[in-house]
């Protein structure tokens, strides 16, 4: 197929509408349950103080803002799925934001900027006695931020499902401070919130957590999840030739995702079981290389144990620390876990050798 022919197949799959609205208009949406903001993407992105303070001062500034992008879903109803920030700030800074359990969440606050000191301690009054407060904002100001107008572009129902979750990782790839495996969350919440869950429940576990211990920050940015992610990916779905490594781990999870029969109490167990028993037998070191954190050996490990505890056989304590030991001089795993070994090649040349080494 040509190029140009392509093109035209692709942009048939995508039905787009989009039309200028104003934050007030939008708020009153969310207000009637028209304008959908899942719970769980709030946990996932959320900014600090001072950048909310800092979009809220470019709607008084009257400073340009972005589109956003929402699915137009069952009923009409639109589910935002990118500006997502942005609109949360707002709607919390009026004091009209819902957590998960349908309760009001505590109003922002803004602080003080540069440009606009006097901001700080400025909130928005909800009642005729909070509107006498001196740091209420006054009549002006909220009206200002209620007219500030953005674009709404909408990804109608039409839209073919595979593109609207291609096109979900290309608005936010890229975005301030967001992982490829944040990203990822989401459309597997999008797809399957059930698989979301699960994968998140197994990334808290405990004795997991004490074996990766990869840092405060890598956790924050779902780098567990991640970890988890690969251990499904790895065991379910074969690595193809030509993908890069993230794309391997949305394609995998993804088609997991997709699977209604998939096993997740199986999964869940299998897990759980090789987690205890490295946590138990190997100890807190069983993933490290020259006492530093070994993605290589991360992944080796948890595939060869995981098909050998599936499988019925028994792992005695003294054959596991042998066979963990000999990894050392094991030629594959020293060709394939150096520095400069590129993701796809460990995953299409080390690990098929892990269920073999750990029969």
Wanted: contains cysteine.
């Amino acid at each position: 197929m040509a190029l140009e022919d392509e093109i035209v197949a692709a942009r048939r799959r995508i039905y787009r509408d989009g039309y200028d609205m104003s934050l007030g208009e939008l708020a009153s949406l969310y207000e009637r349950g028209e304008l959908i903001i899942d719970p769980e993407y709030q946990r996932l992105f959320r900014w600090d103080e001072t950048r909310k303070t800092r979009f809220i001062e470019s709607l008084l500034l009257n400073v340009p803002v972005p589109p956003v992008f929402v699915f137009s879903g069952e009923r009409g109803r639109w589910e935002l799925i990118d500006g997502l920030q942005r609109i949360s700030t707002v709607l919390e800074f009026m004091g009209i934001l819902k957590d998960s359990e349908g309760q009001l969440k505590e109003r922002f606050i803004c602080d003080g900027t540069d440009l606009l000191p006097s901001l700080a301690n400025k909130f928005w009054p909800l009642t005729e006695d909070e509107e006498a407060d001196d740091s209420a904002l006054g009549d002006e100001q909220k009206i200002s931020i209620r007219r500030s107008r953005m674009r709404v572009e909408i990804l109608g129902p039409e839209t073919d499902a595979d593109i609207k979750f291609e096109l979900f990782q290309r608005l936010n790839t890229g975005g301030a401070n967001l992982s490829e495996q944040e990203i990822r969350n989401c459309v597997i919440i999008a797809i399957n919130r059930q698989a979301y869950r699960e994968i998140a429940d197994m990334a808290v576990n405990e004795q997991f957590l004490d074996l990766v211990n990869v840092g405060e920050e890598r956790l924050r940015r779902q780098y567990a999840a991640e970890l988890v992610v690969r251990f499904v990916a790895m065991r379910h779905f074969n690595y193809q030739p030509g993908m890069d490594l993230h794309e391997y781990l949305d394609k995998g999870i993804l088609a997991v995702a997709r699977n209604q029969e998939f096993d997740w109490v199986s999964e869940r167990d299998i897990f759980s079981r090789t987690v205890s028993l490295l946590h138990n037998i190997v100890g807190t070191s069983v993933f490290r290389k020259n006492n530093r954190w070994s993605l290589a050996l991360y992944e080796f490990i948890m595939r060869g144990v995981s098909d050998r505890l599936q499988s019925g056989a028994n792992i005695e304590s003294d054959w596991l620390i042998e066979r963990i030991n000999g990894l050392a001089d094991f030629e594959p795993m020293r060709r394939y876990s150096g520095s400069g070994v590129r993701g796809t090649q460990r995953l299409s040349s080390l690990i098929p050798e892990a269920v073999k080494y750990f029969q």
